[in-house]
């Protein structure tokens, strides 16, 4: 009966708040509710329970009534903890007494991280639109928040970059709120060329450079000729963009690489047909014989230096020879 009668005092409904939306939180006010020592201090921790969610419920109302789930979870842990280093603790005074306490700083917990993410968390994108996926605090149920642009423009402005010609550049158009948009979106790079900031540019005078996943790109070995506009547009496929940034790409030329005039040398005076720079046809034709002459006698004059030294090889070997015959014919006597 008794069991029963605690089981129906749980089940009220009650008025739930971030906090609450954890299954684990509310099964550890009900074991908690049940470790009363008697039915009347069960039923009078229920309904400081009741008030706490109550308190709870307003705490939040007041700071949007949203929370994130990264938010969630570190109130939830925080308050854990807090609830565990009370359990084990020595209680000396009355238990309802130390019942409020304990939810109170779950309270102040909530407020705290509540007011960190409506600060930091919850629309924190300063240009651009932002669909940001929260839970509600009174169904429990997650639901987009739409965060609009505070300026109403998807533009967030335009960017200088400087270059050398043959050097690098990195565009890069990553927001940290980035990561808070629902489903896939991609980055969209598209270039208008010519000297960047001398016209006003259309629609139209832009060329798509890359569909992307990573938010930056990198332009190496750059010409003069590829500066110019640059957008980043963050957007989902070919529908609703949540955020543009515009870069100014200027690319210097590199000093040694500059245009120098040919230097050119004089004509030759009028009726002048000779010069030592540009030989005719008639002083190559006696240039060619001298030098077939010159040739052909060079050959002649070796071949008789070389007939020469080898006829007077030869009669330095004869005596030589002879005396080896006369030799030869007085052994075989």
Known sequence: MLLMLVSLLCCVPAAKACLQCDRSVRLLHEDFILSAPTVQDQIDMKKICDHAYVTYRQTSRERKGVIDPTTLYRARTEYQS??????KSKHTGSVTFEAIQIMEKGRKILEKHLDTFIRDGLCPNKCGLLKQRVMDCFSCRYKIHICPSPSG????GEYPVQAEEGGQAVLNCFLPWHRLL????????????GVPGTKKLTESDFKALVVT???SVVLNQLHVDEQGTYRCSLQEGNRTVFYRVT????????????????????PLPHGDNYSPFLPTEGLLVPVITMVTALSLAASVGLTVVLGLMI????????????????????NTV
């Not at 423009?153 to 967030?156: P, T």
């Not at 870069?247 to 004089?266: E, G, K, M, N, S």
């Open 82 to 87: 807090e609830f565990d280093r009370f359990l």
């Open 153 to 156: 423009q998807q533009d967030c």
């Open 182 to 193: 629902l489903g896939r979106p991609e980055y969209h790079y598209s270039w208008a060329p």
């Open 213 to 215: 996943d990573d938010s």
């Open 247 to 266: 870069f100014l790409l200027a690319v210097a030329p590199l000093p040694d690489q500059t245009h120098r005039p040919v230097i050119t040398l004089p």
């Open 311 to 330: 006829n007077q090889r030869r009669a330095a070997e004869e005596p030589r020879r002879k005396r080896k015959e006369g030799k030869h014919t007085q």
